[in-house]
């Protein structure tokens, strides 16, 4: 089975703070994606890359980097975090196919739930 | 815009069937999704269309009407487990995916 692993459940920082989220995924998957989940709201990305070394902005980058050294490895970073980042993290991956067509298939990890003070 | 259209909340009884139903209206289509995600839990993949017609899963169904900008995801014989959000996606020309806000069902016995 694949698995999306999340560093952190649950985090608290104070406004100003630099946060790292850090994600693994053991299933070798080329695509990994950054999402929040806001009540009301639909999934909203972040931050996306198809390899390593290689990132894409999604709908919402502001506020955010990402970081991807290692194929398996999938790092959000808040560089000063604010009150409006506070929100639930997800962590994906999916199977890259040629011409970028696939089953959409993705494999979540269990989310990040971050509160900015 | 990019849309996706869907039930807020729903209630059905154990055992009953419910259709969740999702519309959208996107810069172009290469496939509808359906996941489902139980409270504080990650979303699971459930089903995916890309033509139209009903694509059966065992207790789940998915329908899709691509001139109509329309599916459901159809739900039988429920159970208490069934309670959850259920999320529609939509892959658009870019091979992105546009995210509704979620379904929530309640289940009771």
């Known amino acids: 089975d694949v698995k999306v692993t999340q560093s952190s459940r649950y985090l608290v920082k104070r406004t100003g703070e630099k946060v790292f989220l850090e994600c693994v995924q053991d299933m070798d998957h080329e695509n990994m994606f950054w999402y929040r989940q806001d009540p009301g709201l639909g999934l909203r990305l972040i931050y996306f890359s198809y390899d390593v070394k290689m990132k894409e902005k999604g709908d919402i980058p502001e506020g955010y980097s990402v970081s991807r050294e290692k194929k398996e490895r999938f790092s959000l970073i808040l560089e000063s975090a604010s009150t409006n980042q506070t929100s639930m993290y997800l962590c994906a991956s999916s199977l890259w196919t040629s011409g970028r067509v696939n089953t959409g298939e993705l494999f979540f990890g269990e989310g990040s739930r971050l509160t900015v003070l | 815009g990019q849309n996706i259209d869907q039930p807020t909340e729903m209630t059905a009884t154990e055992g009953a069937i419910v259709q969740i139903n999702c519309t959208y209206q996107t810069s172009g289509f290469n496939g509808l999704f359906w996941y489902q995600q139980h409270a504080g839990e990650a979303p699971t993949f459930l089903s995916y269309n890309v033509l139209d017609g009903l694509e059966e899963k065992g207790r789940f169904s998915s329908f899709l009407s691509r001139s109509k900008g329309y599916s459901y995801l159809l739900l039988k014989e429920l159970q208490m487990k069934d309670s959850a959000s259920y999320l529609c996606?939509?892959?658009?020309?870019?091979?992105?995916?546009?995210w509704g806000a979620g379904t929530k069902l309640i289940i009771k016995p």
């Open positions: 996606a939509v892959m658009d020309s870019n091979y992105q995916l546009i």
